[in-house]
């Protein structure tokens, strides 16, 4: 009996969910995974937001400063890059899906990323890859960067932002996996995964938007880059030494043929009626889904249409007849559209913060003691520091209070939490359409629209938006990541998250959309425009007001969409056996 009880204890050891060594080998929880293998991802992270924002806080002003170009052209750069940085995560989570699996993906992607950030990191410190410098103030009289300079630099941009295609969607999916969902204390700390990844990584960014962004300032651009470089080479070190104690899936074929399969075989068979008893619909034996990382879906009423294509007729084709399992994660990965969409717009607020909020920094006094003038993108690192402490107080305080009245192991749902974020972005923008609404009339008591000197009020009027800014992030883009990996099916999960990433790269091209079209039509009929180089001169308060409008129909699209959502079935019992506990100690405390 004593060596029967050993073996059941060596088999409970060893995870459920499918996991893998880098061999293929099954990984037991004691010596793979866990927070253990975490510390190394998110270390990673850590370094890796560090050279991410060293180069995006700023890189308004080096396209104004260096490259010589004006407000929305050099905005709209920021935004497009940006937004091409958090779309390409979609072809990255694909060759992870079907090819390559997370770990390699990301490996490869690593040195395409690190490639781009030290080709860019050249481009602005050799002299002949960069204009002469320039001081007037009219930027039309500064000679402009030449075809072969900007093709260096844009060029190293997106190298860069090919490299992060492959890493942002794999990095925090490889992190979840290190949690076996099968186990109800590794599915608490998955839960609390997300909360502390995204406080930890914000460290990085908090640097970034210190003290990079001060070196870039006043010390050089060659160091302001290099060392985020350095940082990003490091921080791959540091990912590749945390290997032997990963859990690995294994890739399970494209996830884009899999759900394009269910769409041509319902189309196919849309005039075949859907049976009512879904037993009737095609499944494969249960002896397919007895390997691990494999999981069986029941049949469910929602988009009822897909359903067709598992009704069996003469065709065997899979492009014809599809599985109930295979048509469920195609029904799930459309049901998050809609929750998709809700988040372009806050993410289209996300993108002003290191653009038009920067640029407004730069009309404010900056000084502080002595000759130390505070950079403009430094304020970044107050959205950095609120959403730090949002995080904490949200994980130690209001999750615990929250649990007790819902008897949810998360406190509120991913969607109340996504719900709040919301709220808190029409009040971000109100609050930054009235602050500058001050700003321009104490520019006009002084008698500076004109000629665009600074307006005598300290940068920290800004501060507002900015610490609200980092308490939207805390709720929404949190909430947001773990949802789309949490409600992506099991096969899917690299995807689900790249769906993440995808909202803020559509969001940032929304801003250049935005942007460029405010701008042109408010120049319409002799009017000076909206959003002009000189920003006194400009009404970027009337653009503001015009995004918390823009937010709070949004918020009233988010409220219908999720009215109808259905979260997806849980694969395990780890998640009723937490809300039981929590009913457990909530009757204890009543006995007591």
């Known amino acids: 009996m004593a060596a029967a009880a050993r073996c059941e204890e060596g088999l409970d050891d060893f995870t459920q969910d499918g996991t893998v060594d880098l061999r293929g080998n099954p990984v037991r929880r004691s010596m793979h995974g866990g927070w253990t293998a975490c510390w190394f991802v998110v270390v990673y992270e850590v370094f890796e937001r560090m050279a991410y924002y060293g180069i995006s806080s700023n890189l308004v002003l080096y396209l104004t400063k260096k ?32 090819h390559l699996g997370r770990y390699w993906t990301f490996v490869f992607a690593g040195a395409i990323y690190l490639m781009g950030m030290s080709v860019l990191t050249l481009s602005v410190s050799l002299p002949a890859l960069k204009p002469p410098p320039c001081s007037d103030p009219n930027l039309d009289n500064c000679k402009k960067a030449s075809t072969l300079q900007l093709a260096i630099f844009y060029g190293a941009l997106y190298i860069l932002a090919i490299g992060t295609g492959g890493t942002k969607p794999n990095i925090s999916t490889i992190g979840a996996d290190q949690f076996d969902d099968f186990d109800p204390k590794e599915k608490s700390h998955k839960i609390s995964f997300f909360n502390w990844w995204m406080f930890s990584i914000f460290f990085g960014t908090l640097f970034a938007n210190t003290v990079l962004v001060y070196i ?75 390997g691990k990382g494999k999981y069986r879906i029941d049949a469910t009423p929602t988009l009822r249409f897909l359903s067709k294509a598992s009704v069996k007729t003469n065709s065997i084709s899979p492009w014809k007849l599809c599985s109930v399992t295979q048509v469920e994660e195609t029904k799930q990965m459309l049901r998050m559209i809609p929750i998709l969409v809700a988040t372009f717009i806050p993410s289209c607020m996300i993108a002003q913060v290191n653009t038009l909020f920067v640029k407004q920094g730069t009309t404010l ?10 950079p403009p993108a430094s304020l970044a690192g107050f959205v950095t520091l609120s959403m730090l402490v949002c995080v904490v107080l949200y994980d130690r305080f209001f999750v615990p209070i929250a649990q007790r009245l819902t008897k949810n192991p998360r406190g509120i749902t991913l969607l109340q939490r996504m719900g709040i974020g919301i709220v808190i972005h029409i009040i971000i923008m109100t609050i930054a359409s009235f602050t500058e609404r001050w700003r321009l009339q104490v520019a006009r008591e002084h008698g500076i629209t004109e000629g665009g000197q600074q307006v005598p009020m300290t940068i920290f009027v800004l501060l507002p938006q900015f610490i609200l800014m980092g308490a939207a992030d805390a709720f929404l883009e ?29 969001g940032n091209f929304i801003s250049s959309f935005l942007l460029s079209t405010v701008s042109r039509l408010t120049k319409r009929d002799g009017h000076k425009g909206w959003i002009l180089n000189n920003l006194n001169t400009s009404h970027l308060d009337y653009y503001y007001a015009f995004f918390a409008v823009l937010n709070a ?32 100690d909530t009757r204890d405390g009543i006995l007591s």
């Open 365 to 374: 006094d900056r000084q502080m003691g002595g000759n130390f003038k505070i």
């Open 67 to 98: 490259l010589h170009q004006g407000t929305v052209t050099s905005a709209n750069n920021v935004t497009n890059w940006v937004g091409t940085i958090w779309m390409t995560p979609i072809l990255g989570a694909y060759v992870a899906d079907a």
């Open 216 to 290: 870039q300032d006043n010390v050089g651009w060659a160091l302001g880059y290099g060392l985020p470089t350095l940082g990003l080479a490091i921080s791959i070190s540091i990912f590749l030494a945390g290997t032997p104690f990963y859990r690995h899936r294994l890739p399970t074929g494209s996830p884009f043929t899999r759900m394009a399969r269910v769409i041509v075989a319902a189309i196919w068979k849309w005039r075949v009626p859907v049976p009512s008893d879904p037993k009737e619909l095609y499944e494969l034996d249960l002896n397919e889904y007895a």
């Open 478 to 506: 949190v909430a947001k990541l773990e949802f789309f990996y949490d409600q992506a099916p099991e096969n899917m999960k690299s995807l689900g998250t790249s769906y993440s990433t995808t909202t803020l790269g559509l």
């Open 553 to 584: 129909l949004n918020l009233i699209f988010f409220l219908v969409v999720t009215r109808f959502y259905e979260y997806r079935a849980e694969v395990s019992d780890s998640m009723t056996v937490l809300k039981e506990e929590l009913r457990g």
